[in-house]
């Protein structure tokens, strides 16, 4: 009697571990073309080194271009039920538990085939960035000329300069310079 209530004391504490399954959970995804070609792209569960993560199966939740979508992820692997009619640019999003996953992609479509480009972040910020200091610059380059030209102005006017003595001028400096 003893043994048959020590088995049952040892099944009923090991069985609930030996049931516990293994948290799904994806840390990372890459979106490329659906196989089939369908005009629909597959989004699929990767690992670090983006290695296929086939053990993901079920349903998870992302946001593409700010709309909620549930999609049913098979060996690591969901195609959202809208297909691609042109070139776009497209912003996915899944939320874990513990993290965030966003990505940004131009998806370029040909009559053949859907080409997703990833656009990093990095770059969105960097665009921007390099215009502001190129017009600042050009600015500066623009008020130099402006002064330049003023200077200019006063001296064909008063002291008899004209453009193309300046010019030929720089021409032979460069020449002499080259040569």
């Known amino acids: 009697m003893t043994r048959l209530r020590f088995l049952l004391y040892f099944i009923t504490w090991t069985f609930?571990?030996?049931t516990w399954g293994q948290y799904q959970r994806i840390e990372?995804?890459?979106?490329?073309?659906n196989l089939t070609a369908n005009?629909?792209?597959?989004?699929?569960?990767?690992?670090?080194?983006?290695?296929?993560?086939?053990n993901i199966n079920g349903t998870f939740k992302f946001s593409i271009n700010s709309f909620e979508q549930s999609l049913a992820f098979?060996?690591?692997v969901a195609v959202?039920?809208?297909?691609?009619?042109?070139?776009?640019?497209?912003?996915?999003?899944?939320k874990n538990q513990q993290t965030s996953i966003s990505k940004f992609y131009f998806l370029y479509k040909t009559d053949k085939e859907i080409t997703p480009i990833k656009i990093s972040g990095l770059l969105l910020l960097l665009i921007p960035a390099v215009l502001l200091?190129?017009?600042?610059?050009?600015?500066?380059?623009?008020?130099t000329f402006v002064v330049l030209a003023l200077i200019y102005a006063y001296f064909a006017y008063?002291?008899?300069l004209s453009l193309a003595q300046l010019?030929?001028?720089?021409?032979?400096?460069?020449?002499?310079?080259?040569?």
């Open 16 to 18: 609930p571990i030996l």
């Open 28 to 33: 990372n995804f890459i979106v490329k073309e």
């Open 39 to 54: 005009g629909k792209i597959a989004i699929i569960a990767v690992d670090s080194a983006e290695n296929v993560n086939e």
């Open 74 to 76: 098979h060996d690591g």
């Open 80 to 94: 959202p039920a809208h297909p691609i009619n042109g070139s776009t640019f497209a912003f996915f999003k899944h």
């Open 133 to 143: 200091l190129v017009a600042y610059m050009f600015k500066r380059f623009l008020m």
């Open 158 to 160: 008063s002291k008899g």
């Open 167 to 179: 010019l030929e001028s720089a021409f032979h400096t460069l020449k002499n310079f080259i040569g």
